[in-house]
């Protein structure tokens, strides 16, 4: 075997190469339509984020001397921290049942979870106003059976953006952690047992730091996704938690600012980029020695 | 009489229509090296699986020290075992992996540090406690999965063909450390294998599966010598068999006669033997006897045309024509007197020892 493939490796380095710069070159029509379509535009509202209305930082200073807006800041967030754990701890038991199921089952699961994913985001947001507004069904059920004598508040507020947002979130995480754990050996498990492991320590101890990797970066993805979600907040939750989104549409949309709403772009995505080099940090390189 | 060491009593296991293992018992001693051998299919590995909990028998017991295991989850089994795969926890390391069923059963640091030295030790790999299992070889790996296994002292350990993975060279090395960890631990070990040379060169005794039950349980040289089953005589060392008429049968041995040769007394006989009737005589290369002639009256042997010679070194190995058609093996030293100038077609009787030959009915 090695006799065999030694040489070919030899032979592949500088083809490499070339290939290599062949490859970049198919590359370029991409490269174009993103620098003029993405990152120019970007770039553009950036700049006016320090340009308008006069050259300076004072957009940043009036966005972060406010506590009007650090408390946007700030429940932007926790809202997306909330989200991601909630979305964890569904998303972890679905996608270990799908790891585990009969394939022909978890096609099926998976063809519903991709079909929620294509259908259309509004419509699906509408879907839960109708089921959790205060004459929807969940509070018409309840009441129905006697639970509830009132109906509950489950819509345009915290309750509504968390339920509606972790529903859109869930194949996000479940799909890299399904990855994961499809990897690990049902038998690593089953050694685990036999040292003496309870189920919860298996889980614990040897299921959940193995998948970890997966964990991080789907919660990592939702996390950063929910920071800069606009419509399910918009639709879902209450005026008392806006949304970092929904402020930066306010100044554009309502206010014409564009120098404020740069700013709010510009911060979100610094905060963005800080959480995806410190994933990479933790986990780029601890991935790669797992293997 | 006191209560065997291990006890499995009608073991029996059902997937659906499909019927896994039939019906096996077998009673192990403490310390004792038992190998399940058999191919693929034949339930070996169904019924280790059953002891380690991980499946349920449909019916039967297992008794460890007269009391029954089913009930028990793997986990308060306290049971060691060996996988085929490699089963090591991959983000810990060496010795991490060994002290975890020590955690699991909450020992002071100074005991897991102490015990895990000791291990490592037991297994030769000092020095490799801080390693990831990627970072070694799957021989090393093996290592370390039976000392995990043998950290908690388990009375039992399980070994599900720990040794298929790898290479001829490394299996014989790690064969012989396996039988050197038995002897210093004297833990009662319970092996997995479809290899017939590794359940010789380690058992005390071998249970030969085949279809869901065990044809046979016995020291290596006593299935040798003395086969219950075509099976097993097929299974353990080389064999082959000849179409024979039984003549007459008698107190488990029985007359016969092959082809239009003369006739042959005294063989064992295995199932019913029925005067008149076909049955497989089985012949070992090594046992038989060749002579440059034709069969004699008075002796036991039949006559055989020489279709191949081959040299394999030490021995010489020669393949002959029974009159049959069927074709008999006969294994001789190099340099054997009788097979200088042989060459094919040549004629020659081949002689056994009534004793050692076996007859199979049914």
């Given amino acids: 075997?090695?006799?065999?493939?030694?040489?070919?490796?030899?032979?592949?380095?500088?083809?490499?190469?070339?290939?290599?710069?062949?490859?970049?070159?198919?590359?370029v029509p991409a490269l174009v339509l993103l620098v003029v379509f993405f990152i120019l535009p970007v770039v553009s509202l950036l700049l006016r984020s320090v340009m308008e209305p006069e050259p300076g930082l004072d957009n940043y200073r009036a966005l972060l001397g406010s506590t009007t807006y650090l408390k946007i800041f700030l429940n932007t967030f926790s809202v997306s921290a909330l989200v991601t754990i909630v979305t964890l701890a569904i998303g972890f038991p679905v996608a270990w049942a799908l790891a585990i199921m009969p394939s022909r089952w978890a096609s099926i699961v998976f063809a519903v979870l991709l079909l929620s994913m294509w259908t259309n985001l509004l419509t699906r947001t509408y879907a839960w106003m109708v089921l959790l507004q205060r004459t929807g069904v969940i509070n018409k059920t309840l009441m129905g059976l006697g639970l509830i004598s009132e109906p509950l508040p489950?819509?345009?507020?915290?309750?509504?953006?968390?339920?509606?947002?972790?529903?859109i979130m869930l194949p996000f995480i479940i799909l890299p952690l399904y990855g994961v754990i499809r990897k690990i050996d049902p038998a690593i498990l089953q050694a685990a047992a036999l040292c003496g492991a309870t189920r919860r320590q298996a889980l614990t101890r040897i299921l959940i730091p193995l998948a970890a990797p997966g964990m991080v970066s789907g919660a990592l993805m939702v996390f950063v996704m929910s920071l800069g979600y606009f419509v399910t907040p918009a639709l879902l939750g209450g005026t008392a938690n806006m949304m970092l989104a929904e402020l930066i549409a306010q100044f554009v949309q309502s206010l014409v600012n564009w120098g404020m709403g740069g700013a709010a772009a510009l911060v979100l995505l610094i905060v963005t980029l800080t959480l995806y080099a410190v994933q990479l940090r933790l986990f780029g390189t601890a991935r790669m020695e797992g293997r | 009489m006191t209560a065997p060491f291990l006890h499995i009593r009608g073991l029996r296991k059902d997937y659906g229509i499909v019927n896994a293992v039939k019906d096996v018992n077998l009673t192990v001693e403490r310390g004792e090296f038992m190998t399940f051998l058999g191919p693929s299919g034949s339930g070996k590995s169904t019924t280790l699986y059953i002891l380690a909990g991980f499946e349920n028998p449909t019916a039967g017991d297992i008794l460890l020290n007269g009391e029954s295991l089913i009930a028990t989850p793997s986990h308060k089994r306290n049971i060691g075992m060996v996988f085929q795969r490699y089963t090591l926890f991959p983000h810990l390391s060496v010795g991490e992996n060994i002290a975890f069923p020590l955690k699991v059963r909450r020992w002071g640091k100074a005991a897991i540090d102490a015990r895990v030295r000791k291990m490592l030790q037991l297994v030769r790999l000092e020095g490799f406690e801080d390693r990831k299992p990627a970072q070694m070889s799957g021989g090393q790996q093996q290592r370390v999965a039976l000392a995990r296994a043998l950290a908690y002292d388990p009375p039992v350990l399980l070994m599900d063909e720990p040794l298929s993975a790898l290479d001829k060279k490394l299996r014989e090395e790690i064969q012989h450390e396996i039988?050197?960890?038995?002897?210093?631990?004297?833990?009662?070990?319970?092996?997995?294998?479809?290899?017939?040379e590794e359940a010789l060169r380690l058992s005390d005794r071998i249970a030969v599966f085949s279809k869901g039950?065990?044809?046979?349980?016995?020291?290596?040289?006593?299935?040798?010598?003395?086969?219950?089953?075509?099976?097993?005589?097929?299974?353990?060392?080389?064999?082959d068999f000849v179409t024979c008429r039984i003549l007459s049968a008698k107190d488990g041995r029985a007359d016969l006669s092959i082809g239009?040769?003369?006739?042959?007394?005294?063989?064992?006989?295995?199932?019913?033997?029925?005067?008149?009737?076909?049955?497989?005589?089985?012949l070992r290369p090594e046992r038989l006897s060749l002579r440059r002639e034709a069969a004699r009256e008075g002796t036991s042997g039949l006559s055989a045309s020489v279709t191949d010679i081959t040299f394999l070194g030490s021995s010489i190995h020669v393949a002959a024509a029974a009159p049959s058609g069927e074709t008999i093996s006969v294994r001789l030293p190099f340099g054997h007197e009788a097979t200088s100038g042989l060459s094919r077609g040549d004629t020659v009787s081949l002689d056994f020892d009534p004793e050692t030959a076996h007859v199979f009915c049914g």
């Fill in chain 1, 1 to 27: 075997m090695t006799l065999l493939t030694e040489p070919d490796n030899r032979t592949a380095a500088p083809r490499a190469r070339s290939v290599r710069s062949r490859n970049f070159a198919l590359t």
């Fill in chain 1, 154 to 167: 489950l819509v345009n507020n915290l309750v509504g953006v968390t339920i509606g947002m972790t529903y």
């Fill in chain 2, 179 to 196: 039988r050197r960890i038995h002897q210093e631990t004297e833990v009662t070990i319970l092996y997995v294998t479809h290899d017939q």
């Fill in chain 2, 213 to 239: 039950v065990i044809d046979q349980i016995g020291t290596g040289p006593e299935l040798y010598a003395d086969p219950a089953t075509r099976f097993v005589a097929e299974f353990i060392g080389d064999s």
């Fill in chain 2, 260 to 282: 239009a040769g003369a006739s042959i007394s005294g063989v064992p006989v295995h199932g019913t033997a029925v005067a008149g009737g076909t049955a497989a005589l089985m």
